[in-house]
């Protein structure tokens, strides 16, 4: 299967997501569904069932997450040499220089992307179009509103 770039941060963040699934949500599912049981007849039990239907949710993600760390590639920013050059994990303050906007962007994983933390995925156009470029340089960009020129103002690695 394909490796799936990620951060150390994103990681971090499944591995705490699937302790919490493990070691809490999974035993206290096990607990509700013994409790629905001792209220008798299954067939007709909504508590049994609503909590059985938890458990397949549950266990669901906590393969889902299984799958991705295992096939993860993750990236420590800080131990790459990277010439001052956007790459992946990197934090890229951009100026849209037909509205002369500011943003600041993370290049991240794909399950990583939040556009409200200002977290972008590596397959992005955005990101795309940034990747190879450094700081003071002028790109062209397609995205879905058609051609933008952006300047990289900051790069950081963090």
Same mark, same amino acid.
């Given at each position: 299967?394909?490796?799936?770039?990620?951060?150390?941060?994103?990681?971090?963040?499944?591995?705490?997501?699937?302790?919490?699934?493990?070691?809490?949500?999974?035993?206290?599912?096990?607990?509700?569904?013994?409790?629905?049981?001792?209220?008798?007849?299954?067939?007709?039990?909504?508590?049994?069932?609503?909590?059985?239907?938890?458990?397949?949710?549950?266990?669901?993600?906590?393969?889902? *997450?299984?799958?991705? %760390?295992?096939?993860?590639?993750?990236? #420590? /920013?800080?131990?790459?040499? +990277?010439?001052?050059?956007? $790459?992946?994990?990197?934090?890229?303050?951009?100026?849209?220089?037909?509205?002369?906007?500011?943003?600041?962007?993370?290049?991240?994983?794909?399950?990583?992307?939040?556009?409200?933390?200002?977290?972008?995925?590596?397959?992005?156009? *955005?990101?795309?179009? %940034?990747?190879?470029?450094?700081?003071? #340089? /002028?790109?062209?960009?397609? +995205?879905?509103?058609?051609? $933008?020129?952006?300047?990289?103002?900051?790069?950081?690695?963090?």
């Amino acid at each position: 299967m394909k490796r799936i770039p990620m951060t150390l941060r994103g990681a971090e963040k499944l591995r705490e997501e699937l302790d919490y699934l493990r070691n809490v949500l999974r035993p206290e599912i096990i607990k509700n569904i013994s409790e629905a049981r001792e209220h008798g007849d299954l067939k007709e039990n909504a508590e049994y069932h609503a909590a059985r239907e938890q458990q397949g949710f549950c266990e669901g993600r906590i393969q889902e *997450i299984e799958s991705k %760390l295992f096939n993860a590639h993750i990236i #420590d /920013i800080t131990k790459l040499t +990277t010439d001052d050059k956007v $790459v992946f994990g990197a934090t890229v303050g951009v100026e849209n220089l037909d509205t002369t906007y500011r943003q600041t962007y993370s290049i991240v994983g794909d399950d990583e992307a939040n556009l409200k933390e200002h977290m972008i995925s590596i397959n992005s156009p *955005i990101a795309r179009g %940034l990747i190879g470029h450094k700081e003071g #340089d /002028i790109v062209r960009i397609n +995205t879905p509103k058609g051609k $933008v020129r952006y300047k990289i103002l900051q790069v950081k690695y963090c």
